[in-house]
């Protein structure tokens, strides 16, 4: 049974940074390709960014840089690391694979960005 525990949300102001990571575990992490993933209250869940198994990456156009995802192997971990943080970036960020598997979802970690 794969499970997928995310952390490092929490409240920041406009412009600050959070680094938000995802243990894995039940599944053979290095082979999937995976994404962070955040669903604001009444939208759509969205791709954020995505790693693959040899690490290329991909963002989505909102991100503009200011994001940046990374994979551990060894640790099953993938982090996200968010700088220039603006309160439209409000949301729950979950982790999974890329594309991503419904039985695999998280609780997710708040981020709130505000003043």
């Known amino acids: 049974q794969v499970q997928l525990v995310e952390s490092g949300g929490g409240l920041v102001q406009p412009g600050g940074s959070l680094r938000l990571s995802c243990v894995a575990s039940?599944?053979?992490?290095?082979?999937?390709?995976w994404g962070w993933y955040r669903q604001a209250p009444g939208k759509q869940r969205e791709l954020v960014a995505g790693i693959t198994s040899g690490g290329s990456v991909k963002y989505a156009d909102f991100v503009q840089g200011r994001f940046t995802i990374f994979r551990d192997n060894a640790k099953n971990t993938v982090d996200l690391q968010m700088n220039s943080l603006k309160p439209e970036d409000t949301a729950v960020y979950y982790c999974?694979?890329?594309?991503?598997?419904?039985?695999?979802w998280g609780q997710g970690t708040q981020v709130t960005v505000s003043s």
């Open positions: 039940g599944t053979i992490f290095s082979i999937n390709d």
């Open positions: 999974n694979a890329e594309p991503w598997f419904s039985l695999w």
